[in-house]
């Protein structure tokens, strides 16, 4: 490892001599996911410096722990002697210092976190996000940095960082950016266009159904949309990083790039497509939203600690909300395709008892300890599902005190505008925002539906806009037990039991391994099991609980075999059309 380090810090000496915090990454071990990394801080003169690596990484709130992969770390002082150092807690490496010196760190990473998108390293590539590789001073922070990587020389290496003097050579003008700002380097696919004078450039790792070229035709599109919210951009060039997976699924927001991972055989179908352009439209909005503008509880960040906010349901789930706007105004989803999402939203939330016991800024605030699973979605929500149907409600009655005149996209024409970083903003300035834009004062709403669970006549809220919330002609109410479940081992282990429904009442609950169902032993999903029944037809349920045998009477369910669907009403009115154009904009029919 030293001598991999050696030859890495002459690289870094002869490309780097400018550079404050110096960083190399040596990758010559990719099946075992290892990399070495060297940092080399400037001369210190205090008498100890406290080196840190980041506990969570942006755009994902929870606590990560990055710093559970690092092995073999020493640090040595300009004359390569090894000066003393220990931790100081589970994020932080303390280094004393007999006297001023520059100082040099070289340690071990354990890369192998593709699906959190904070470290990833094989034998075909490597994902680095600097949260999960290079350490940082709070000294030197706000100083410039360097990044060499000593790879394959196979691998080709893309950033949205700016290169430096070799292919592997990426320079940003303080940490911020450079945490901000993921490295995508292996044998990869790479595409570059031109829209409006910006760069931008397509890198595709991995084997997959994808069509390269449709993905940068409706990419070209996409990057158009911007002026849709917005009246600028805040870069001038942008990299869309694709990994072709066969388990990570999911994306991240960076300063002017996103991660996106999906599954390799999930993007030719059109549903499986539409939702990675889906999600590209909502990496991008949050170019603006989030890293041009964020909630102060983020600003700046503390890469040690959560970072709270009441309002992250702003920050995702009004993204989530506006990525149909781009994608309907640019043709790259349709109406019906539009409609159906927006119905699976809707359905989704009316079916999450946790909707009516935490409110929008709550379950913001705790994001970072709100879980999943059986209790999260009973007594929880999240905020992307709940930021969305927020962001539409208010979206509706801007737009219809207004006439059409006044929407959500000026909230946030009106925060990129006012709140740029580095200053965030707060409640306050958002209820400002609505004010000076509706000349109402929006207190009551925000307080009757921000901060408190939200509640909407969904119906009511539709009709504005000459929509209509039904459901089509095949779908039947049928019964239910009202859980979730897995059939393992001849049982069905219950794993989610909706609160207040049938097997709640009936005092089932998750864990629960279902035997029999009126003395019949149960050998298929629960959906057909109980489809031989009716809706409020009791039956006798024969389960294990702590593998102790019990029963209990049902009394069944009911609920639809689909989701609702929505459709424009037969004949809407001039005003319908009107809004919805406004809000939309593309005619209702």
Not at 254 to 275: C, P, V
Not at 423 to 447: H, K, M, P
Not at 474 to 502: C, F, M, W, Y
């Amino acid at each position: 490892m030293k001598k991999a380090l050696l030859g890495a810090a002459m690289v870094a000496l002869s490309h780097c001599a400018l550079a404050d915090t110096q960083y190399t990454l040596t990758i010559d071990d990719g099946t075992h996911h290892l990399g070495d990394v060297q940092v080399q801080f400037d001369k210190i003169g205090q008498s100890y410096i406290d080196a840190k690596l980041p506990a969570w990484r942006t755009g994902r709130y929870d606590i990560l722990n990055l710093a559970n992969g690092v092995r073999y770390f020493e640090a040595l002082d300009s004359e390569g002697d090894t000066l003393k150092w220990q931790k100081v807690d589970k994020s932080t490496w303390r280094i004393f210092l007999d006297k001023p010196t520059a100082v040099t760190l070289n340690y071990q990473v354990y890369a192998n976190q593709l699906g959190l998108r904070s470290r990833h390293i094989d034998d075909s590539h490597a994902f680095i996000d600097a949260s999960g590789f290079f350490m940082f001073s709070e000294a030197t922070r706000n100083e410039p940095v360097s990044v060499q990587l000593d790879v394959p020389k196979q691998w080709r290496s893309v950033s949205g960082m700016d290169n430096g003097d070799n292919d592997h050579h990426f320079i940003a003008n303080n940490y911020d950016v450079l945490v901000d700002s993921p490295i995508e380097s292996g044998i990869n696919s790479h595409y570059e266009f031109t829209v409006d004078g910006r760069d931008y450039e397509l890198v595709i790792w991995g084997q997959g159904n994808y069509d390269a070229e449709k993905m940068v035709t409706d990419l070209t599109t996409l990057v158009k949309t911007g002026d849709v919210i917005w009246d600028d951009y805040p870069y001038q060039r942008y990299v869309f990083m694709v990994h072709a997976t066969s388990g990570a699924r999911g994306a991240t927001e960076h300063l002017n790039s996103t991660i996106i991972q999906r599954h390799r055989d999930k993007f030719a179908k059109r549903e499986d497509y539409l939702g990675f352009i889906a999600t590209a439209a909502h990496e991008f909005i949050h170019t603006w939203n989030v890293k041009a503008y964020r909630p102060e509880g983020l600003v700046p960040y503390d890469y040690l600690a959560p970072n709270y906010s009441r309002l992250l349901w702003l920050a995702e789930g009004s993204t989530s909300y506006l990525e149909d706007h781009l994608l309907l105004r640019s043709d790259l989803m349709s109406k019906e395709e539009f409609f159906k999402d927006l119905g699976k939203r809707i359905d989704r939330h009316l079916k999450t008892p946790g909707r009516e016991v935490q409110s929008a800024a709550h379950t913001s605030f705790d994001k970072w300890i709100n879980a999943g699973g059986d209790h999260g979605r009973n007594f929880s929500t999240n905020i992307y599902s709940e930021g969305s149907l927020i962001s539409m409600v208010l979206d509706l009655k801007l737009l219809s005190d207004s006439d059409g005149a006044v929407s959500y996209r000026d909230v946030h024409r009106e925060l990129y505008k006012r709140h740029r970083l580095p200053e965030g903003f707060n409640e306050a300035d958002v209820l400002a925002i609505l004010n000076d834009i509706s000349g109402q004062d929006y207190t009551q709403w925000w307080q009757n539906h921000v901060d408190s669970p939200l509640q909407v006549d969904f119906d009511a809220l539709l009709a504005k806009v000459g929509l209509l919330r039904t459901y089509s002609e095949d779908a039947k109410q049928s019964p239910s037990l009202d859980v979730q479940g897995k059939l393992d081992n001849g049982l069905i282990e219950l794993t989610h039991v909706r609160r207040n429904g049938a097997a709640w009442q009936a005092n089932l609950t998750a864990g629960d391994s279902i035997v029999a169902i009126n003395g019949k032993r149960v050998s298929s999903d629960l959906a057909t099991l109980v489809e031989q029944f009716a809706v409020g037809e009791q039956v006798e349920i024969t389960y294990f609980r702590r593998d102790n045998l019990r029963t209990t009477t049902l009394t069944l369910g009911g609920e639809y075999n689909e989701a609702a669907t929505i459709k424009a009403v037969d004949n809407p009115t001039a005003a319908q059309q009107a809004l919805f154009k406004a809000w939309m904009g593309v005619d209702l029919i």
